[in-house]
């Protein structure tokens, strides 16, 4: 398994665990995560989900571009982070261990609460790679002042935790072996209020927070068919499994 299940209580701890490729998110792994991720939905008994991985590496590096070529993605019904923002009634914590990367950043925001270690950064290298962060990258002006969300959309370049906290990314940022445990008991806390209530207020805050997602959405599926059907994309990942300097096609 990629993807370990714990329970402390009424929150179920998913780890992530795949530390060879700093955690990387393969076809496999979307799939069990998202079944976990549906199975602890279902289950009365979970009141609250912490989601980490394993090791202070990485939190994910973000999709694992070698396997997507020979395996591809999974549909967007079964990627995590399209249940995780498509009306998730449980409250999910991340415990970003370390650094949060392309997909895997987006997977952080799609969570309701992050905790970041000292340690840890967040980027959106995408446009290096020829492609968009259409799951959730884009979305980054709703939770970030419009000048940092496109410096870092636009750029690539990442965001340390302290920025982050202080940016208000973020609700708390420990040393790294207390990560975990701060992230715990947040969701304890949490777990411990009316489940009715804690998943009305959610919906009802996310819908503020974002009031058309499906607007959204369809703007980045469409603004990533296109890119994917120009040659900027291949060459992009290309460049980034061969290790050189890509080499872009002419703007039109």
Not at 58 to 86: C, E, H, M, T, W
Not at 232 to 249: N, Q, S, T, Y
Request: glycine residues 8%.
């Amino acid at each position: 398994m990629t993807v370990q299940e714990q329970r402390s209580g009424t929150v179920a701890v998913l780890t992530i665990d795949r530390p060879e490729v700093r955690n990387a998110l393969d076809q496999r792994t979307l799939l069990d995560l998202h079944a976990r991720l549906l199975a602890c939905g279902e289950d009365r008994s979970v009141r609250a989900v912490v989601l980490t991985a394993t090791g202070d590496r990485a939190f994910s590096a973000g999709l694992d571009l070698k396997d997507l070529v020979r395996n591809g993605v999974p549909d967007a019904a079964r990627r995590p982070v399209n249940l995780l923002r498509d009306g998730y009634a449980k409250p999910v914590v991340a415990a970003v261990n370390g650094a949060a990367v392309g997909g895997g950043f987006e997977l952080a925001l799609a969570c309701d609460l992050l905790v970041a270690a000292e340690h840890a950064v967040f980027a959106l290298p995408e446009v290096s790679r020829g492609i968009v962060a259409s799951e959730g990258g884009t979305d980054l002006p709703l939770r970030l002042p419009v000048a940092v969300a496109l410096e870092l959309g636009l750029t690539g370049e990442p965001l340390t935790a302290a920025d982050a906290l202080r940016l208000g990314l973020v609700n708390r940022v420990s040393a790294a072996a207390d990560v975990l445990p701060t992230a715990l008991a947040l969701a304890e806390r949490i777990s411990g209020h009316s489940p009715a209530a804690v998943a009305a207020t959610k919906r009802l805050m996310r819908r503020a927070w974002c009031p058309d997602p499906a607007v959204l959405r369809a703007e980045n599926l469409r603004a990533t068919a296109e890119l994917l059907d120009g040659p900027d994309a291949a060459e992009g990942a290309a460049a980034f499994l061969e290790k050189r300097a890509p080499r872009w096609a002419d703007p039109v």
